[in-house]
């Protein structure tokens, strides 16, 4: 039996690599021009952490998404399906409310959830998250969606929306809450099985249902917006008043629902269309009162995480996605046995400068050449009898054809020189 990676994960092989390296380099660009510091967490914590966090309305724990396990010590531990708590729990840990606040943290790497496994929505994927802890000041979430518009406007996207709402205060969504179950109650047996269990549970998800016969009784209802109170809808607008000054584009939706619990006021989204259904490259809002649940300090915050993987599907859309830009890459052909050793050994010299491999034994020397082709090589060297003579390499640009003899020294000078 052939074995094959798991479902709903992906490899990344060598020519993929670059696209990705733009995207981390982005990010620490950005975010940390904008002063966050670099977090590296565990993929794997307590369950306890993301069982907390997360709420137990969220899909994640609802739809039984998390991938939990016992250890060898009888310890209850969870793969991170996302990068909020544990970020939380390490700044909780650390003591990180000390330090000047806010705290500004990204993080990048692998995240994990059990889900149905679809264009865009796998097991394993990436994000890159950014958190801000310690300001409740509606600047924090303006700048949060700038940062996150930014962040894929430079990595060349152009048809992405951001979608902003508001999920209002806990008392507002309470209200809120009670309003959609008194609404929706009678209207059971019009909903689907999932929005009922939603109805249940924390009435406000059965918006974010796809379900067309759900979609027509919430057509007629209030949204979350709708019924905000005096303090988030003041705090919403503020939002607002900072991205138009500063031109940052968005849609209002005030119907966005967010799928984890520990959202309140501003949520959210952005969308790329085109990359198919699952079109949210990426979501966040405001999280106050997670820390402090967490047994941390009683700390506002806001955030959000980019998926990576649906980045670099629209990147690839957009025809954004680029190329691996090669430098100089030598490859030295030795034309007779003597001159095989000396192609490892110069090899081994020249790689402090750049790319250089050699074959591994003698060739011809059309042959030669076609191998340095075939591995990409920009430039190959010969050496045979009558290069070691006159203590040269016979040096081929395999771009233009031109050929010349060079010395050791010429062939450094080569690899550092500009590409
Ligand atoms: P989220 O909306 O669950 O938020 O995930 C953020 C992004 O991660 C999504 O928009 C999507 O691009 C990507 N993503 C999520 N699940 C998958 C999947 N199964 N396959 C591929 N991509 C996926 C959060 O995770 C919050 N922790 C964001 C946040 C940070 N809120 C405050 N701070």
Redesign the pocket.
């Known amino acids: 039996m052939k074995l094959r990676s798991v479902k709903?994960t992906a490899d990344v092989l060598p020519e993929q690599q670059a696209a990705w390296r733009r995207v981390q380099d982005a990010a620490e660009r950005v975010l940390g021009n904008a002063g966050a510091g670099q977090v590296t967490v565990p993929m794997f914590e307590y369950a306890e952490v993301f069982e907390k966090s997360v709420g137990e309305s969220s899909d994640?724990v609802v739809q039984k998404e998390m991938y939990v396990f016992e250890d060898r010590g009888g310890r209850t531990l969870a793969l991170r399906?996302?990068?909020?708590?544990g970020l939380m729990r390490a700044f909780a840990e650390h003591g990180m409310h000390t330090r000047p606040l806010p705290v500004k943290l990204w993080s990048l790497g692998p995240?994990f959830?059990a889900?149905n496994v679809q264009r865009?929505?796998?097991?394993q994927?990436?994000?890159v998250?950014?958190?801000v802890v310690g300001t409740d000041s509606a600047l924090a979430d303006a700048e949060a969606v700038q940062l996150a518009y930014q962040l894929v406007t430079e990595l060349g996207l152009r048809q992405h929306v951001v979608k902003l709402g508001s999920v209002g205060d806990p008392e507002d969504r309470a209200a809120y809450n009670a309003y959609l179950r008194e609404a929706l109650e009678p209207r059971r047996s019009e909903l689907s099985e999932v929005s009922v269990e939603r109805l249940r549970l924390n009435p406000m998800r059965v918006l974010d249902s796809k379900d067309e016969g759900d979609q027509r009784v919430i057509a007629e209802l209030d949204r979350p917006l709708d019924r905000l109170g005096e303090a988030s809808r003041a705090h919403f607008e503020q939002v607002r008043r900072y991205l138009d000054a500063w031109g940052v584009p968005y849609q209002v939706d005030p119907a966005i629902v967010?799928?984890?619990d520990?959202?309140r006021r501003t949520a959210f989204?952005?969308h790329y269309e085109g990359i198919g259904a699952?079109s949210?490259?990426?979501?966040?809002?405001r999280?106050d009162g997670l820390l402090k649940l967490l047994g941390g300090a009683d700390l506002p915050?806001?955030?959000?995480?980019?998926?990576?993987?649906?980045?670099l599907d629209a990147m690839a859309e957009e025809g954004v996605l680029g190329t691996d830009k090669p430098g100089k890459r030598l490859f030295l052909v030795p034309l007779d046995d003597e001159a095989v050793a000396e192609a490892a050994e110069l090899a081994r010299r020249l790689r402090s400068k750049g790319r250089v491999e050699f074959a591994y034994q003698r060739r011809a020397p059309g042959k030669g050449l076609a191998d340095a082709d075939k591995r990409g090589a920009t430039h190959a060297a010969l050496r045979g009898g009558s290069e070691r003579t006159r203590a040269v390499w016979e040096l081929k640009d395999l771009a233009s054809g031109e050929q010349r003899a060079v010395s050791e020294a010429e062939l450094f000078a080569l690899l550092e020189s500009p590409a």
Do not use: K, M, N, S
């Open positions: 709903g994640i399906p996302e990068f909020t708590a995240a959830r889900e865009g929505r796998y097991r994927f990436h994000q998250d950014y958190e967010r799928g984890l520990y959202y989204e952005v699952q949210a490259i990426g979501g966040g809002g999280y915050a806001i955030g959000w995480a980019l998926g990576v993987e649906r980045l």
